[in-house]
């Protein structure tokens, strides 16, 4: 691994929980080199080497066995010959780390417009998957590029909530009312559980969708669930600051 600990990030950022298993000491004959870095994941070795062989089935055995619990650091020493089962005699020591996935914080955005851009530019710096939807390729084409960042064209912007399931955290900030009010519909109607859902708009507008809302056959418990307007009363209305209001109301949301 030419950075370990920066694909070890991203890992962690995707919300894996890994070992990251660490030669520290050699002595005599053996595969490996002081400072070799292994990351084990629940399915077995994901990333780099300790040497191969029968030492590093042990060291991967090890590893797992931590992402189950119990201590989340641990020193080992093995004589290759008598604890390995190898024919070299030497021994190697070992640090094993388990290191934590951050939640998984999902962010669907309805919309790439100017408080869009702008608030893609905030939350791609943060732990969070991002997927930004639209009908205009233009608009998409000019926001950040990031690994944690994907943008989706679409017909018709209601097309893009398949990507919203379970807990994700919902912004709808279409070309207007009327592209608004079907994504809000579908994600309404399906249950989808979302643990946040905001339209950008006024106090008038609320009340209309949630008049229309009502007429397309949402129920008033689930409507009153609805974020509109969106944001943090901070700021003033420039796209900047509006998407610095709305990042600030997403992470009081998510809580800590």
């Known amino acids: 691994m030419a950075n370990p600990w920066s694909e070890i990030g991203r890992l962690c950022a995707g919300g894996e929980t890994v070992t990251v298993v660490t030669v520290t000491g050699t002595r005599g004959s053996v595969p490996g080199e002081v400072g070799a870095k292994m990351v084990v994941g629940a399915n077995g070795r994901m990333l780099g080497t300790v040497g191969g062989g029968k030492v590093e089935s042990k060291a991967v055995a090890t590893a797992a066995a931590m992402l189950s619990g119990g201590a989340r650091c641990a020193l080992a020493t093995w004589n290759l010959q008598r604890d390995v089962g190898m024919t070299?005699?030497?021994?190697?020591?070992?640090?094993?780390?388990?290191?934590?996935?951050?939640?998984d914080w999902h962010v669907v955005i309805f919309g790439a417009g100017h408080?869009?851009?702008?608030?893609?530019?905030?939350?791609?710096?943060?732990?969070?998957?991002?997927?930004?939807?639209?009908?205009?390729?233009e608009w998409l084409e000019r926001l950040p590029v990031g690994r944690n960042i994907s943008t989706h064209q679409v017909a018709r912007f209601e097309d893009g909530v398949?990507?919203?399931?379970?807990?994700?955290?919902?912004?709808?900030?279409?070309?207007?009312?009327?592209?608004?009010?079907?994504?809000?519909?579908?994600?309404?109607l399906n249950g989808l559980g979302v643990s946040f859902l905001g339209a950008i708009g006024s106090a008038?507008?609320?009340?209309?969708?949630?008049?229309?809302?009502?007429?397309?056959?949402?129920?008033?418990?689930?409507?009153?669930?609805?974020?509109?307007?969106?944001?943090?009363?901070?700021?003033?209305?420039?796209?900047?600051?509006?998407?610095?209001?709305?990042?600030?109301?997403?992470?009081?949301?998510?809580?800590?």
């Not at 969070?128 to 205009?136: L, S, Y």
């Not at 949630?210 to 943090?232: A, I, K, Y």
């Not at 420039?238 to 600030?248: F, L, Q, R």
Request: proline share 5%; charged share 25%; with cysteine.
């Open 88 to 103: 070299c005699g030497g021994e190697m020591s070992f640090l094993f780390e388990r290191v934590a996935g951050v939640p």
């Open 115 to 137: 408080v869009a851009q702008a608030l893609v530019h905030v939350l791609g710096k943060m732990a969070c998957r991002i997927d930004v939807v639209d009908e205009r390729a």
């Open 162 to 188: 398949r990507l919203v399931r379970q807990g994700s955290m919902l912004v709808c900030m279409t070309k207007g009312h009327s592209t608004d009010r079907p994504v809000l519909r579908e994600v309404f």
């Open 204 to 256: 008038a507008k609320r009340a209309v969708l949630l008049r229309e809302l009502r007429e397309d056959g949402v129920g008033e418990e689930v409507l009153q669930s609805l974020v509109c307007p969106l944001g943090l009363p901070v700021g003033g209305n420039d796209p900047a600051e509006i998407a610095v209001s709305i990042a600030a109301q997403l992470l009081e949301r998510r809580g800590p």
